[in-house]
Structure formats: C-alpha cells, structure tokens
C-alpha cells in the first residue's frame, strides 16, 4: 500500500510540474507573438517592397546585397572637381570681403571641405576624410589661389561653377548618406548627415564672414534639394534594393536638375506662416456650422405645416362672418 501511494503522489507531482510547464510556455509564447507583430509587420514590408522593385526594375540596377556590404565609389576626378567648385566659392566670398591670403585660403578650405569634416566628426566611426587624402586639400589651396590671384576671370565662370556646385551637391548628399547607412544609422539620421555633409562647407564660411548662413535663408533650393536628394538615396538603396553608383546617378541628377528649375523658374523654400488664428477659429466655425445645420434639420421636422403652405398643399382658413357680410355688402 505504502509503494502505491508513494507512486500515486510521483504521478500526481509529475502531472502539476508537466501543467505548469506547459502554463509558462504557452504564455511566453504569446507574449512573444505580441511582442514580435511590429517586427513582423516591419519585416513583411522589407521583404515586400524590394520584391516588387525586382520584379519591376531591370536586374541590372538591383542588388541582393545588404546596404552595409561595400560604400558608394565616387570617381577621384569627380571628387576632386566638387572640392574645388566649394573651395574657389569660399575664396571668392573672402575676395569679396577684402580678406587677406590666410582667411582667403580659410574660407576655401572651409567651404570646399567643412561638410565632410563635420559628418567624420559626427559618424567617429572613420578617420577624417578631407585629412587622409592630400589630393582634396590641395585642390581647395589652388581653389584659393585662383580666387585671390584671378578673381575677375573666376567670376566671369559662375555659370560654370553653378553646374559643378549642383553636382557637388548631389554627390555630397549620396556621400554623407551612405557612410551613415554604413555605420549602422537610422534613416532619418542618415538623411541629416548626408545634408550636413552637402551644405555645412558653405555654413562654416558665412560664419566666418558674421553673417546668416545663405542655406538657412529665403532663395534658391539648395539645402531642400540636399534633403530631397539625400532621401532619394536612402529610398533607392534601403528600401529598393537599387545599386549605390546608379542612385548616386540618379540623385546628382535630381539636385542638378532641382537647383536649375529653382533658379530659371524663381522657386523658393517656403516661408513660416503663421496657422495660429486659422487653428483657433476652427472650433468656432465648426460649432457655427453645426448650429445651422442642426437650426435647418429643427425647422424641416417641427415646421410640416409652413412647408405645406408653402408648397400650396394647406387650405386656407374658412371666413368668418364679418367677412361674409362684407362680401355680400361689396357685391351688392
């Protein structure tokens, strides 16, 4: 009697471990399910979106490779042509300002290569770019000794440097972008320091010279054209699966494109407008609608029978005596 007991109550123990294991499980389970439908969601849509723009896009400009696999390759002579566009800007502004060789020679190293010095600064996931590679802070050098030395016939190129700027600006934006994307950033993130790495050279100049940064200033669209174009990247790459050096193609040619238009068609940034007295007068107007509304229901449903009377449907009130006698007076 005493083996069987002692059998029973194995059994009974085992069957309560056994149930609250399965309790445990099933709920971790679910909580994890719960848990893991965000990601779910947020991964069918990674899959999703970069199936569709295989199936679409030719398998020449699509990769299968992640983002973090290898960084866009920019011509030398592209990159080199870019730096020295921003560097001769920068040393014709210190020209303009009757600044000497040393702050000539500032505002070009400055301009020509302060973006990029910012994003190394900012990612510290790599060295300084503009530092390690003497063949860009030489060509800002000659940039400014161009500006100081011929100033005249530099300014007669404008149009020319115009071009070369809006390309600058493009590739600096494809730039930034992706070594943000490579070190692992958010998107949005990534979007900020590609933008800082287009417009932050001319930032840093016009501090030096004491005035308000010309991209934080009503014009042209140059640091909405860096955004746009820095999110162009982000989508073509992340999002479709597109190749680095055909959504650098892409995006140059967006900015160039974006900043000829601003120019030739007068577009500008927007301007702050003030929504205050349109946001407060909403619950007003909404309330005075409402009443007429509910005025013009009351009336339809309370008032059958003026509708009818006007309609002719309702037969006028029978005379009195008095206008009997009248009548038969008037008539006699």
Not at 78 to 83: D, I, Q, Y
Not at 122 to 128: A, K, R
Request: proline fraction near 6%; glycine fraction near 10%.
């Amino acid at each position: 009697m005493d083996a069987v007991a002692i059998a029973a109550a194995a059994t009974q123990s085992m069957a309560a471990t056994s149930s609250v294991v399965a309790t445990a499980s099933a709920a971790a389970t679910g909580s994890a399910v719960a848990t893991g439908v965000p990601e779910q969601i947020a991964s069918m849509v990674a899959t999703v979106i970069p199936s569709i723009a295989a199936s679409v896009l030719p398998s020449a400009v699509t990769t299968t490779a992640p983002v973090t696999a290898s960084g866009v390759l920019v011509p030398p002579a592209l990159e080199v042509s870019s730096a020295f566009a921003g560097a001769l800007a920068g040393g014709l502004v210190g020209v303009r300002r009757q600044l000497d060789a040393v702050g000539v020679a500032t505002l070009a190293v400055a301009a020509g290569l302060g973006g990029g010095i910012i994003r190394d600064l900012l990612l510290q996931d790599y060295g300084i770019y503009a530092l390690e590679n003497p063949r860009l802070l030489v060509a800002a050098l000659i940039a400014a000794a161009v500006a100081f030395f011929f100033y005249a016939a530099a300014s007669r190129v404008r149009p020319v440097l115009f071009v070369v700027d809006a390309l600058a600006l493009g590739l600096f934006a494809c730039i930034g972008t992706d070594k943000a994307l490579l070190a692992g950033l958010f998107w949005l993130a990534a979007v900020l320091i590609g933008t800082i790495t287009s417009v932050g050279g001319g930032v840093i100049r016009d501090l030096l010279t004491d005035e308000v940064p010309q991209v934080l200033r009503p014009g042209g669209l140059y640091a909405t054209a860096a955004v746009v174009g820095a999110l162009t990247y982000v989508g073509l790459v992340s999002w479709l699966n597109v190749v680095k050096s055909v959504a650098t193609a892409v995006v140059v040619l967006l900015v160039v494109g974006l900043r000829v238009l601003s120019q030739r068609l007068g577009w500008q940034s927007p301007m702050p407008t003030d929504l205050t007295p349109l946001v407060a007068s909403a619950p007003g107007k909404a309330l005075r609608t409402g009443g007429k509304a509910v005025g013009r229901v009351s009336h339809l449903l309370g008032a059958p029978a003026a509708r009818h009377a006007e309609e002719g449907e309702v037969e006028p009130p029978p005379p009195c005596d008095e206008d009997v006698e009248r009548g038969e007076t008037g008539s006699s």
